[in-house]
């Protein structure tokens, strides 16, 4: 994810992972955050980040109260298949764009007015329905890069006030 030409006070990545992604924003901003529901993602973070990453166990950026200039995010977003086992890391709620969906609401409620989102999007998403949602938030959208896989085309988008 291109978050390196991103600069400000304050960034937060909802689902870290392994927190390759919060290392990176690290370098440019004063105040560094990561959330995950997966404990064992985040022991990990914790073992690898500088101590000062604020990490917290949690559903999105749910326990926040505090505006971020920017937020971003690689959510999970693939359907699961029958009798398939839930891996959090992959698949998304429902159809699999529920997460998506509930990751963008939730960083809407924590963005400054001038911040901005950058979310990755597959085109196994159903990006209609991101649409609809922004557009009732109103959200403004722009793509920021586009990388086609030999399965998939992986977008990012930038959402902002
Ligand atoms: C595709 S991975 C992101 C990988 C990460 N960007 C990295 O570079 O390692 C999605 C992450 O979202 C986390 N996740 C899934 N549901 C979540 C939720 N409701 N709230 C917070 N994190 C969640 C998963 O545990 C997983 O670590």
């Known amino acids: 994810m291109s978050v390196s030409r991103y600069g400000g006070e304050s960034a937060l990545e909802i689902g870290a992972g ?6 990176v924003l690290y370098e ?3 105040i560094v ?3 995950d529901i997966d404990r064992i993602s985040l022991k990990h973070c914790k073992d690898n980040l500088p101590k000062d990453v604020f990490l917290v166990c949690c559903d999105a950026a749910s326990p926040f109260r505090y505006k971020f ?3 971003v995010s690689n959510p999970p977003y693939l359907p699961m298949r029958d009798n398939e086992k839930k891996d959090r890391a992959i698949h998304g709620d429902s159809n699999g764009i529920e997460t998506t969906l509930n990751f963008i609401k939730s960083a809407a409620s924590v963005l400054a007015e001038n911040g901005k989102m950058l979310i990755v999007v597959s085109s196994f998403s159903n990006i209609a329905k991101i649409d ?4 009732q938030m109103k959200l403004k959208k722009r793509v920021i890069s ?3 896989l030999f399965f998939e085309t992986l977008t990012i988008i930038e959402l902002r006030y």
Do not use: C, N
């Open 28 to 30: 440019s901003f004063k």
């Open 69 to 71: 200039d920017l937020i």
């Open 146 to 148: 586009e990388k086609k």
């Open 132 to 135: 609809e949602l922004t557009a």
């Open 33 to 35: 955050a990561g959330t």
């Open 18 to 23: 392994s927190g390759i992604i919060l290392k």
